[in-house]
């Protein structure tokens, strides 16, 4: 099992740039894929970047592609993400997630542990 902590959320401007932080609990965290998911007020979850168990894979939804980055440090057992150019349609609620799937998911069933989440605000 891993247990999964988000951290980095806050109130930045339109423009600026955040940098969030999932923190993975347990020895087995290389064996996972790891994914970003965002869920704004009165909308469902969706998936946003997503990384393979290697690194050596990022896969992005196209509302974020060019502004986001997924990255992984498995030393540190740690997946970031970092946010650039947020726009106000970028608040939500920003969970991190696992997954022993054979390819990285892009779909929140497919993934088997979640963080609680960390709240992301852009102002205009």
């Known amino acids: 099992q891993v247990q999964l902590a988000e951290s980095g959320g806050g109130l930045v401007q339109a423009g600026g740039s955040l940098r969030l932080s999932c923190a993975a609990s347990g020895r087995t965290f290389i064996y996972y894929h790891m994914g970003w998911f965002r869920q704004a007020p009165g909308k469902e979850r969706v998936f946003i970047a997503g990384?393979?168990?290697?690194?050596?894979?990022?896969y992005y939804a196209d509302s974020v592609k060019g502004r986001f980055t997924i990255s992984r440090d498995d030393a540190k057992n740690t997946v970031i993400l970092q946010m650039n150019s947020l726009k106000p349609e970028d608040t939500a609620v920003y969970f991190c997630?696992?997954?022993?799937?054979?390819?990285?998911?892009?779909?929140?069933?497919?993934?088997?542990?979640w963080g609680q989440g960390t709240q992301v605000t852009v102002s205009s």
């Open positions: 990384i393979t168990r290697s690194g050596g894979s990022t």
């Open positions: 997630a696992a997954s022993v799937r054979a390819a990285v998911p892009f779909e929140e069933n497919r993934y088997n542990y």
